[in-house]
């Protein structure tokens, strides 16, 4: 029986990793800014919470009538104890210091200039970390009924096919039809405020699978890519021959599918992102290859043909939609040039609306430079600041660590900063290929976007990365 309620549990969780880009919520609470519906300010209930806090009840069910231990079931050390694992000192450093960033997090509600929405964020950064808990708490051994790492992987490889699907079938019908159930609205690429591409001759409707908008679609197709790259590798001698065949061409089809998407979200800082996670893995592959000492993680490093492969349809994916979207491609692309005399109007406008928020988010700093102003309430601040203008005017900086340091202050910046060093560094001592590509993804939207901090779909892929990424040392228990 027990290992039925089990094997349920651990079918609940791959379906929660399965249904976390949806968008299905009901709104619980509204806020309002100078009569106008505030996005920023409300609360909405996703029906992937529902599932994550029926199963934190299912695990909290099956641990209690045992000898509780807390430090057994929050800490990485409590997972080398039960589970037999091997963290290093680098990630478990990054634990503690996640966990004392989160309770920095909660105690901002008391200087918070607006309690009432910074609740409403804290209510999301502790779902985040019981979805954290909930795979590092879980076994890893799935012989016994355990957690199986493959599996989550597949469901996200899966889950973002189906948005790479939806996104890829929008921009070909230049359309976003909503659908409630979904959560998804309609989207016109002549109507004001919509993500588009502007050219001479047309607009281009850009990409947004079922997710608020192209840039967080093109977040979880980062996680997509990298994940169907980590399992074409792994599967590579573990599977018979005929098996492995299908699952390989099934992966490598899969591998191209998600990189047109990711194509036509137009997404500058997640192109970015994907040339930085290659560049990190090659890098990674020739420091590796020639530093012997190392050779515990090699094995778990990308090999040359795989290598080679993925390149190569890299390249067609690329020059094939080069080629057929050449003027979308084109005007986005204007920005890297450097000369405005050869930008459009919407990428003008684009920037110098970025730049001006940059310039904003310091101001607000300045007020709040120790602290913050506390967790949420930035667009609460700008509506203060500008009191004339509209909703749709009060836009989070795009740059987390500005929007970081605007609600929880140097602090706050300090702990995030010290946490993110040691966890590279953890990446890198156990050579994760999955883990150091998304990392190295990234950072170019952290610095160029703001959804990671704002939105729900953007802290649902922090959770993705960081519950994925702690569960990972039971396939590699030689790392010290």
Known sequence: MANFANRLFNFGLYLLFFLLPLQTRYLLFESRIHGQFW?????????????????????????????????????????????????????????????????????????????????????????????????????????????????????????????????????????????????????QPMDLGVAVVATDFQRYLRAYGGLPHPNILAGWLLIGIWSAVFMYQKMQGRLFLKRRLISSVALLLGYAILLSALILTFSRSAWWGFIFGWLALILVFFYKSINKAEKPAVQYLLKWPTVIKLLAISSLVLIFLGVWLAEPLRSRGQVFLGDATVMNRLEIKSISQRWAGLKVSWQLIKKHPLFGSGVGTYTWELSKQFPQASVWQLQPAHNAYFLLTSELGIVGLSLIV???????????????????????????????????????????????????????????KKAD
């Open 418 to 476: 010290i946490f993110i060093v040691f966890l590279i560094m953890g990446l890198a001592r156990t050579a994760q290929l999955w883990g150091m590509a998304v990392m190295a993804s990234f950072l170019p939207p952290l610095f160029l976007d703001h959804y990671f901090w704002t939105l729900a779909s953007g802290l649902w892929l922090v959770g993705v990365f960081l519950a994925v990424v702690y569960f990972y040392p039971n396939l590699n």
């Open 39 to 187: 996005e920023y300010g409300s609360f909405s209930l996703y029906i992937t919470e529902i599932l994550l806090l029926t199963l934190v009840i299912i695990k909290l069910i099956s641990i209690f009538p045992l000898r509780f231990n807390a430090s057994r079931v929050f800490f990485a050390q409590s997972a080398e104890k039960s589970f037999g694992l091997k963290y290093n000192k680098a990630f478990r450093c990054s634990q503690y210091i996640g966990l004392f960033f989160l309770i920095y997090l909660t105690c901002s509600y008391l200087w918070s200039q607006n309690q009432e929405v910074s609740l409403f964020y804290l209510v999301r950064f502790w779902e985040l970390f019981l979805l954290i808990w909930l795979v590092m708490s879980s076994q890893p051994c799935p012989s016994v009924g355990g957690l199986d790492y493959y599996k989550i992987l597949l469901m996200l490889v899966i889950s973002v096919l189906v948005q790479a699907g939806g996104a890829i079938s929008q921009f070909m019908l230049q359309e976003v039809a909503a659908n409630k159930w979904l959560g998804i609205a309609a989207q």
